[in-house]
């Protein structure tokens, strides 16, 4: 198990029992930290998702990204480069995430009681659906996924409705999505917030200015935007210590919503970057 030390974080691949690996990064810290899980985007872990797992340790927290692609037997340079795409079930996920918390639980690092999850694009749902299906999990973050409106249907992989997992959500949700995204519109980040007050759970959405699709990777100078990108990292970490620290009042259903897009907003004229 080949590991790296950087600003006092450790990083090495680990193998689960099933024979999935997962890159963790852990804080250097004495006390028990919470846990971070980060789903990785539809390239699979490459080095954005392990740069994010590595600031999730900076900031105090045991990161922790399972490869949801281990069952793929395809081309694995193709599926990092984008040319073809890994469709996730949803029991597959499930047993893999659950079999991720429970590591993660066992380790000596980790406060069991304070584990969230991080999805991004194409898992966006899968961070809904594994804090749907277990109350062990603090918090659930969407990073421009989810709502998009390939999402809301159901077929062999998406096999519970959207909607279903908003309405059996354990734990409060922050949602993160861009003005110029050329997948998620505005409308559909409205229908999301709908779901979300119609079941009464709670939730922080902020929709950021001028940001396209996967805003956040820096790998990717035609969608990177450096202002939105720090602002949301740091909007997230606010969300995660304040669940983590208890401060956020369970008893309530309490809603944010926030956004900035252009009175002229035309989602047709959003497209894909590089």
């Known amino acids: 198990m080949a590991q790296k030390k950087a600003s006092s974080v450790r990083s090495s691949v680990v193998r689960l029992g099933s024979g999935m690996a997962a890159f963790s990064a852990l804080p250097k810290a004495k006390a028990k930290r919470p846990a971070v899980i980060i789903l990785h985007e539809r390239y699979g872990i490459v080095q954005h ?9 900076q900031a105090g927290f045991v990161g922790f990204a399972p490869d949801l692609f281990h069952r793929f ?3 694995r340079k193709a599926l990092t480069r984008g040319d073809v795409r890994v469709e996730l079930r949803d029991d597959e996920v499930l047993k893999d995430l659950g079999e991720a918390v429970d590591y993660l639980k066992k380790r000596p690092q980790v406060d069991g009681s304070r584990i969230g999850i991080v999805g991004v694009c194409q898992t966006g749902r899968q961070s809904l659906l594994l804090a749907a299906h277990r109350t062990d999990v603090s918090a659930c973050v969407v ?9 809301w249907g159901t077929d062999e992989y998406k096999q519970e409705p959207l909607e279903g997992l908003v309405d059996n959500l354990t734990c409060p949700l922050l949602g993160v999505f861009g ?10 980040v409205l229908k999301f917030r ?9 939730y922080h ?9 996967g805003w956040l990777n820096d790998t990717m100078p035609g969608r990177y935007r450096k202002e939105q990108a720090r602002d949301a990292w740091n909007f997230m970490l606010s969300f995660l210590r304040r669940v983590f620290a208890d401060r956020w009042d369970e008893s309530r259903v309490l809603w ?16 894909r970057l590089e």
Not at 261 to 270: A, C, E, L, P, Q
């Open 73 to 75: 037997e395809g081309d």
């Open 143 to 151: 990073l421009y996924g989810a709502a998009g409106s390939k999402e």
């Open 49 to 57: 998702t392990k740069d994010l797992t590595v600031k999730l340790a």
């Open 194 to 202: 709908g779901c979300l007050e119609r079941s009464k759970k709670s």
């Open 256 to 271: 944010t919503f926030e956004s900035d897009f252009s009175t002229g907003y035309d989602f047709t004229k959003n497209v």
């Open 205 to 213: 959405i902020r929709i950021y200015r001028d940001a396209p699709h």
């Open 179 to 188: 003005e110029a995204d050329h997948v998620i519109s505005v409308d559909d």
